[in-house]
């Protein structure tokens, strides 16, 4: 692959099959997207592109702008010569996926002097041209926006760019509410409490007397095995799933002693097998 050809794609297709959808797909896999830009401007960009080319962009065209189905084609082929890398990508839905579309959305198709129905039609036939030229072509009938994103993803997920999904470790208290954003919630209140040791009470869980105190029960030691064991077995399915965020909760009564040492023991595992990871402890340092 040329080292100084930008990566550029552009995104077109039929009105109401999805190309937002598509548009933040590609913004979730490191892609800079400009939408709805004018076809007198697309070579500008791409000489400021060609300067940077390490970054890749998207740039989504439609019959939005003026006399786009006429003067689209000949731009095409003037760009896939000056630059290997550009691909287009043409976006489509079935006609009555399309009327269904709009009819539920109650936005106006960009046709709107004609019926629905005739619009759609009328769009799809002067869109023909445009789609001969796609590198690829994206059906939408019948994906729901999860299952588009999963396909944009396994097309375009190869760039370095790409934005990891980010493990956040949480520690809670009970007494304070739950935690509305947790993907999984662990309770740990089963387990020895250094509140009941009056040295320790005071401190927070992830001081290194409270960690050596907890981490002496053999009882904390499997229950975090296990807890780390289910997390490692669900994360990847996450990840395929296209989540951007998966929040892991550990809640016990105050959320300052064992909770923050079951989230702050989990981070760390979870950075050393190479997971990007944030940690947050909700409720340490509330006042008793």
Known sequence: MSTTSPRVVVVTGLSGAGKSVVTRCFED????????????????????????????WVVVVDVRAGGFARAFPDLVVRLKKRYPEFRVVFVEADAEA????????????????????????????????????????LDTTGLTPHELR?????????????????????????????????????????????????????????????????????????????????????????????????TIAFGCTGGKHRSVFMAQRLAERLAEEHWVVALDHRDRDRES
């Not at 269904?100 to 129905?117: C, G, I, N, V």
Request: charged share 25%; net charge negative; with cysteine.
């Open 150 to 246: 999963a396909e944009v993803a396994a097309r375009f997920g190869t760039t370095e760019l790409t934005l990891p999904m980010v493990v956040r470790c949480l520690s809670f208290g009970f007494r304070h509410g739950l935690p509305s954003e947790a993907n999984l919630l662990f309770d740990v209140r089963f387990l020895p409490n250094p509140h009941f040791v009056p040295d320790l009470r005071p401190l927070p869980g992830d001081h290194p007397d409270v960690r050596r105190w907890l981490e002496g029960h053999a009882e904390v030691g499997e229950t975090f095995q296990r807890f780390h064991e289910l997390v490692a077995a669900l994360l990847p399915a996450f990840r395929r799933e296209q989540k951007s965020y998966v």
């Open 98 to 137: 399309l009327v269904r579309r709009f009819s539920e959305t109650r936005r106006p198709h960009p046709y709107r002097q004609l019926s629905l129905p005739d619009a759609v039609a009328q769009e799809i036939a002067d869109m023909a041209p445009v789609k001969e030229l796609a590198d690829e072509v």
């Open 29 to 56: 896999l490191g892609y800079r997207c400009v939408d709805n830009l004018p076809l007198e401007f697309i070579e500008q960009l791409f000489q400021q592109v060609g300067k940077a080319p390490a970054q890749p």
